[in-house]
């Protein structure tokens, strides 16, 4: 599976973005999806996770209220809706897709992942 992120760029805080992230293939649609974040120097952290047919969904504190993930499994495509932005949301946003159908929060568990869209947030 091959991911495609796009939607990333630079906006002032309190400003939004919506990013995207399209798989090459439909194997995704029976696959827990996810976004993930890394700032130059930090550890790669969880953002937010959503289950086969979006039965579940899971964020981070630090995004709970302001992002909103979501998949339109026709396209192969899930999207992380974000609002609200503050400059500590910088980072490369990287999307992976799970080895089942749940939505985990821990990286282990992604087995694909994209090559990420980068994120800047001016104050």
């Known amino acids: 599976v091959q991911l495609q992120a796009s939607g990333g760029g630079l906006v002032q805080a309190g400003g939004s973005l919506r990013l995207s992230c399209a798989a090459s293939?439909?194997?995704?649609?029976?696959?827990?999806m996810a976004w993930f974040r890394q700032a130059p120097g930090k550890e790669r952290e969880f953002v937010a996770s959503?289950?086969?047919?979006?039965?579940?969904?899971y964020y981070a504190d630090s995004v709970k209220g302001r992002f909103t993930i979501s998949r339109d499994d026709a396209k192969n495509t899930v999207y992380l809706q974000m609002s609200s932005l503050k400059p500590e949301d910088t980072a490369l946003y990287l999307c992976?897709?799970?080895?089942?159908?749940?939505?985990?929060?821990?990286?282990?568990?992604?087995?694909?992942w994209g090559q990420g869209t980068q994120v800047t947030v001016s104050s």
């Open positions: 293939r439909r194997t995704s649609s029976n696959n827990g």
């Open positions: 992976a897709v799970a080895r089942t159908a749940a939505a985990p929060t821990q990286r282990e568990a992604y087995n694909y």
């Open positions: 959503i289950s086969w047919r979006a039965f579940s969904t």
